[in-house]
């Protein structure tokens, strides 16, 4: 038996079992994300529901949103045989709504105490890029952020941020800290030597300019990253 054999439309199933009157009844919280997804695809295709695709969808990115955040509309054009431009360019711009609102989140909690609030604060940022990118947070004496920069951008295996650069904004923007953060899209934490020897140079020469290299932050795959501070490199 072929599986359209099976096929029974949305619209044909039980009211609390659609994804869309299961939002309205149950809550959104009692959705599964590939019913999430269902409702922003709208229509399935010949002999799928919305749900199977969006089911398809998920499994073709090992059920991670994070992969799934990652996609351009072209990425999502060949993820699912038959998707379309308009269900792409959904699911991109309602990923990216998910990601502007984490971001406007964390930025409301402007203190920096610890490296997991540095991570909290710029990896929103960093997290569905391919390349690398080096950042700095610039802190005032109560390690409240004033400002977040971009210092250098890269290729998929390094980039070179330039300590007079940082610096240069740190006296700028008259800063009592620097966090140092950069991303390693392969998703291996462990520093490399030029991160080291960036990090103590960064180090000496902001200290003579009475500044603190409060952190320098590796920032991986999966909600992880790499502290120097708590490793104890600072």
């Given at each position: 038996m072929k599986e359209e054999d099976n096929f029974v439309p949305i619209n044909e199933w039980a009211e609390e079992d659609r994804p869309r009157e299961k939002l309205q009844l149950k809550g959104k919280d009692a959705l599964s994300d590939a019913e999430l997804i269902a409702i922003l695809l709208r229509t399935g295709m010949a002999g799928k529901t919305a749900l199977d695709v969006a089911k398809n969808i998920l499994r073709k990115v090992n059920n991670n949103l994070d992969e799934l955040s990652k996609l351009g509309v072209d990425d999502m054009l060949t993820i699912e045989k038959g998707i379309g431009k308009a269900k792409a360019i959904t699911l991109v711009a309602a990923m990216e709504l998910g990601r502007r609102l984490l971001a406007s989140e964390v930025r409301q909690r402007?203190?920096?105490?610890?490296?997991?609030?540095?991570?909290?604060?710029?990896?929103?940022?960093?997290?569905?890029?391919?390349?690398?990118?080096?950042?700095?947070?610039?802190?005032?004496?109560?390690?409240?952020?004033?400002?977040?920069?971009?210092?250098?951008?890269?290729?998929?295996?390094?980039?070179?941020?330039?300590?007079?650069?940082?610096?240069?904004?740190?006296?700028?923007?008259?800063?009592?800290?620097?966090v140092a953060v950069h991303n390693h899209p392969s998703g291996n934490l462990s520093p490399s030597e030029a991160d080291i020897k960036l990090t103590e140079q960064l180090k000496a020469s902001a200290k003579l300019m009475g500044i603190t290299l409060i952190d320098h932050i590796i920032v991986g795959n999966r909600n992880e990253y790499y502290s120097f501070a708590d490793a104890g490199m600072l």
């Open positions: 402007a203190a920096i105490r610890g490296s997991r609030d540095a991570f909290h604060y710029v990896y929103p940022q960093l997290a569905d890029l391919p390349n690398e990118v080096f950042y700095c947070l610039y802190l005032n004496r109560k390690n409240e952020v004033i400002s977040m920069r971009e210092i250098s951008t890269g290729g998929v295996s390094g980039t070179v941020a330039d300590v007079r650069i940082i610096l240069k904004h740190a006296i700028q923007l008259l800063a009592s800290g620097i």
